[in-house]
C-alpha cells in the first residue's frame, strides 16, 4: 500500500506554506493539486509555474468541465422552459448562449443561468471540491492507497476552521491534516522567505487574498482595489454577466447579486431584468465600492465578514486585511 501525499494549491501564501512544510518535512510521494476556476488572475498561473519550477514538486491543474450539463439543460429548455411558457424569445436566446466556453467558471453560471451566491455557493464544490475529487483523489483511493490531503487553513481566519483539528479520518484510508492550523500571518510569510520561495506577487499588489477575481464573496474594499489595479477584470464580468443574463429564465444575471440584492429602492424582488442589470450589475458594484458608507447596498459584498469563503478544507482562501509581506520575497 502506497501513501499519497495531496496538497490543495490555490496560489495563495497558505497553501503555498503548507507545500513547504510538506517539503521541508521531506514527505515522500508529493504532489500538489490545483483547481482552476477560470476565475482567476493571471499573475497566479504564472505563480504557479513559477512555483512548480521553483519547487520541482509535480503541480496537476483539474478542470471542471460542464459540457454534458450544459447538453443536459439545452434538452431541459427546449422542452420544460416551453411548456412553462416561458417567452420563445427567450427560449432562442438561452438555446444560442447555452454553448461550452472552455472556462470552468463561466460554463458553470451558463448551466445554472445565474452566479452562484453567498446563500449558494455552489462554485467551491462545482469548481475546486468535485475536480480534485474525481479527476486526483478517487482515482489514487480506488487503488486502496492510503491518501493524506494537506489544507492550507488557519484556524485565526474564521469562526469556520478555528476548531478544525490538525489531523481527522474522513474513512476509506483518507486522511485530512492541516500543518499550519496554528499559524499566524507572519509565520507564513516567513515559511516562504525561509524556503527561498516568493510570494504571490498579487499580495504586493493590493491583494489580501487570492483566489477568483473576484470572488463572489469579496468585500467592499477588496472590490475597490481590484477596479483600481486590475480594470481588466471588471471587464470580464461584464462580459459574463451579459452572457449569463441570455441563460437566464428570468433574463437577469449579476455577479454579485443574488435574489435578496438590495439597492436604494429597497430589494430587487419585483424590478424586470432590465432594471436589474442597470441597478445591480458589476457596474454598479464597482461605483459603489468607491462610496463611503450609504450608497447602493449589496447584501453580498460583506464589509465585515471576512469569513465569506471560509471552506473548512481551504479551498478558497478567506482572509481579506491588509497582509504585511516584508521580508518574504
Ligand atoms: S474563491 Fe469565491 S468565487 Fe471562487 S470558488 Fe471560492 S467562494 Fe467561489
Known sequence: M????????????????????AIA?????L????????????????????????TGIRLTRVRADFTKRIEGKRRFIETKWREQGISESVVLAALDVLQPTGNPFLDLCIWKGRFPS?????????LKRDPMLEQVIMPLMGKGDMLISWQGVRA?????????????????????????????????????RYMGIKPNPLYSQGMGRVGCMPCINCRKDE??????????????????ESITQLASKYGAATFFAGS??????????????????????????????KTARGGIQFDLLIETDSSACSSAYGLCESTWEPVNIKGAA
Open 223 to 240: 472590490l475597490r482595489e481590484i477596479a483600481l489595479r486590475f480594470p481588466e477584470v471588471i471587464d470580464r464580468i461584464e462580459r459574463w
Open 25 to 29: 518535512l521531506e514527505t515522500p510521494n
Open 156 to 192: 485565526d481566519e474564521s469562526l469556520n476552521r478555528r476548531y478544525l483539528p490538525e489531523c481527522d479520518e474522513v474513512g476509506g484510508g483518507l486522511f485530512n491534516y492541516r500543518p499550519i492550523l496554528k499559524w499566524d500571518i507572519p509565520a507564513v510569510f516567513e515559511a516562504h
Open 260 to 289: 435578496n440584492a438590495k439597492h436604494p429602492r429597497g430589494s430587487i424582488a419585483g424590478l424586470s431584468a432590465a432594471e436589474i442589470m442597470e441597478i445591480a450589475c458589476i457596474r454598479q458594484a464597482v461605483e459603489w465600492s
Open 118 to 126: 453567498r446563500k449558494a455557493q455552489f462554485c467551491t464544490m462545482e
Open 2 to 21: 502506497t501513501t499519497h501525499n495531496i496538497v490543495s494549491l490555490s496560489g495563495g501564501k497558505d497553501s503555498t506554506a503548507t507545500l513547504l512544510v
Open 31 to 54: 504532489q500538489a493539486v490545483f483547481a482552476d476556476t477560470g476565475n482567476e488572475h493571471e499573475l497566479t498561473y504564472a505563480y504557479l509555474d513559477y512555483l512548480e519550477k521553483a
